[in-house]
């Protein structure tokens, strides 16, 4: 079988013959930098200041200045030392990048992994456009950011990077017969080292390839946030002993019992890894199989988990995903290889020039496994 991509995600290469042209910084002080720029997204930095908000809105025919200036309570600024943002206030951050996207281009947002391990709720707005974490084609204007800390107080900075951007051209996802046959030719999921076949796997109508959450083996086999802690600096990678913000969660018989509107974190019972030719995006599971709010961040750059030889040979079994949890309205039972996320799988125009993870400075969610985020150390 022959992938005939209807479309595809632009990369690294790509995205960096973009500044200056599509990507445009709002202030000539705060200049785009390659250090943004990943496999196949762009993180987006925010702007000097924080507008705290009586209530979080869609975008649309309304100017975002006019609802700040109706919906306002006061402003936290972001410079220098930065500001804190309080447990479950509404925010809204302009972001340093601005778009002037071409004719037949569009751009896509989601959070970064570590703005969802710490339990920060985040989606993008474009001016006049009705629709949270996208523009549509063409699009020229600012960017907003809407910032909401669900678990803990959090200080952040000018500069901090809390989102990403993809830009795409048509529409790059894979069929399921597509993603099928990718499976076949490189497996995508590991049980351990072990490649597990397509018959152990599922592959939905979407497209969507399902994981399950991984309880079983690990000691603990989760972590709860705690309540009522300290501010969390959330650009100072090591700066928190993980007790001062996690519970540890148990499974005995792999099974645990999540209580209603706590926050957790998991790790997938596959070890996945990304094809250097595609990256995916982690979607919420279909909602009748219980009442959880997951995976708030999900972007998969080209080459997760997967580690390669001279030759180009993957040499490794994968990495677990992260998954971040939140059950609704009653305690709820997980257990070990339940349904808890999908994937969508996407062409891009080519390979990067780096897959993740590589020369990459500071740390990177690799090789991962039950890792909670850079801001928090082991003791």
Same mark, same amino acid.
Not at 81 to 97: F, K, S
Not at 122 to 135: K, Q
């Given at each position: 079988m022959?992938l005939?991509?209807r479309?595809?995600?632009?990369?690294d290469r790509?995205?960096?013959?973009?500044?200056?042209?599509?990507l445009?910084?709002?202030d000539?002080d705060f200049?785009?930098?390659?250090?943004?720029v990943q496999?196949?997204?762009?993180d987006?930095?925010?702007?000097p200041?924080a507008h705290?908000m009586?209530?979080?809105f869609?975008?649309?025919v309304?100017p975002l200045?006019?609802?700040?200036e109706?919906?306002?309570?006061?402003?936290v600024?972001?410079?220098?030392e930065?500001?804190?943002l309080?447990?479950?206030?509404v925010y809204l951050?302009?972001l340093?990048?601005?778009?002037a996207l071409?004719?037949g281009?569009?751009?896509r947002?989601n959070?970064?992994s570590s703005?969802?391990?710490?339990?920060?709720f985040?989606?993008?707005l474009?001016c006049?456009?009705?629709r949270?974490?996208?523009?549509?084609?063409?699009?020229?204007?600012?960017?907003?950011?809407?910032?909401?800390?669900?678990?803990?107080?959090?200080?952040?900075k000018?500069?901090?990077r809390?989102?990403?951007?993809?830009?795409q051209?048509?529409?790059p996802?894979l069929?399921?017969?597509?993603?099928?046959?990718?499976? /076949?030719?490189t497996p995508?999921?590991?049980?351990?080292d072990?490649?597990?076949?397509?018959?152990?796997?599922h592959?939905?109508?979407?497209g969507?390839l399902?994981?399950?959450?991984?309880l079983s083996?690990r000691?603990?086999?989760g972590?709860?946030?705690?309540?009522?802690?300290g501010?969390l600096?959330f650009s100072?990678?090591g700066?928190?002993?993980r007790?001062?913000?996690?519970?540890a969660?148990?499974?005995p018989?792999?099974?645990a019992?999540?209580a209603p509107?706590s926050f957790?974190?998991?790790?997938? /019972?596959?070890?996945?890894?990304?094809p250097?030719?595609?990256?995916a995006?982690?979607?919420p599971?279909d909602?009748g199989?219980?009442?959880l709010?997951?995976?708030y961040a999900?972007?998969f750059?080209?080459?997760?988990g997967?580690?390669?030889?001279?030759?180009?040979?993957?040499?490794?079994g994968g990495?677990?995903?992260?998954l971040?949890? /939140?059950?609704?309205d009653v305690?709820?039972?997980?257990?070990?290889?339940?349904?808890?996320?999908r994937?969508r799988?996407?062409?891009?125009?080519?390979?990067?020039?780096?897959l993740?993870?590589?020369?990459r400075?500071?740390?990177?969610?690799?090789g991962?496994d039950?890792?909670?985020?850079r801001t928090?150390?082991g003791?």
């Amino acid at each position: 079988m022959t992938l005939l991509p209807r479309g595809h995600l632009l990369v690294d290469r790509q995205i960096r013959d973009q500044f200056g042209q599509a990507l445009l910084a709002s202030d000539p002080d705060f200049p785009l930098s390659a250090a943004q720029v990943q496999p196949a997204s762009l993180d987006l930095r925010l702007g000097p200041v924080a507008h705290r908000m009586r209530a979080g809105f869609l975008p649309g025919v309304v100017p975002l200045e006019t609802r700040i200036e109706r919906l306002s309570t006061g402003t936290v600024c972001l410079t220098g030392e930065g500001g804190v943002l309080e447990r479950g206030l509404v925010y809204l951050v302009p972001l340093e990048e601005e778009l002037a996207l071409p004719a037949g281009i569009r751009a896509r947002f989601n959070p970064r992994s570590s703005t969802g391990r710490c339990d920060l709720f985040t989606r993008i707005l474009a001016c006049g456009h009705p629709r949270f974490d996208e523009t549509p084609e063409g699009y020229r204007g600012k960017l907003w950011m809407e910032v909401s800390p669900l678990s803990f107080p959090v200080r952040l900075k000018r500069g901090d990077r809390l989102g990403q951007l993809r830009l795409q051209q048509g529409q790059p996802a894979l069929t399921a017969e597509e993603l099928t046959e990718v499976y /076949r030719q490189t497996p995508l999921c590991f049980d351990g080292d072990r490649p597990m076949g397509l018959e152990e796997v599922h592959i939905d109508e979407e497209g969507g390839l399902e994981l399950g959450v991984g309880l079983s083996g690990r000691t603990p086999a989760g972590w709860r946030a705690a309540s009522h802690t300290g501010v969390l600096e959330f650009s100072a990678e090591g700066r928190h002993p993980r007790g001062e913000f996690w519970e540890a969660v148990h499974a005995p018989e792999g099974r645990a019992i999540l209580a209603p509107e706590s926050f957790y974190i998991f790790a997938s /019972r596959e070890r996945l890894r990304i094809p250097p030719h595609l990256a995916a995006e982690m979607l919420p599971v279909d909602i009748g199989i219980g009442e959880l709010r997951n995976n708030y961040a999900g972007f998969f750059d080209n080459g997760f988990g997967w580690i390669e030889d001279e030759h180009g040979v993957s040499q490794n079994g994968g990495t677990p995903a992260v998954l971040e949890v /939140r059950a609704h309205d009653v305690p709820f039972l997980v257990e070990d290889g339940q349904s808890f996320c999908r994937l969508r799988f996407f062409h891009t125009a080519e390979r990067p020039q780096a897959l993740y993870g590589h020369g990459r400075k500071g740390s990177s969610y690799q090789g991962q496994d039950l890792t909670l985020a850079r801001t928090f150390r082991g003791d």
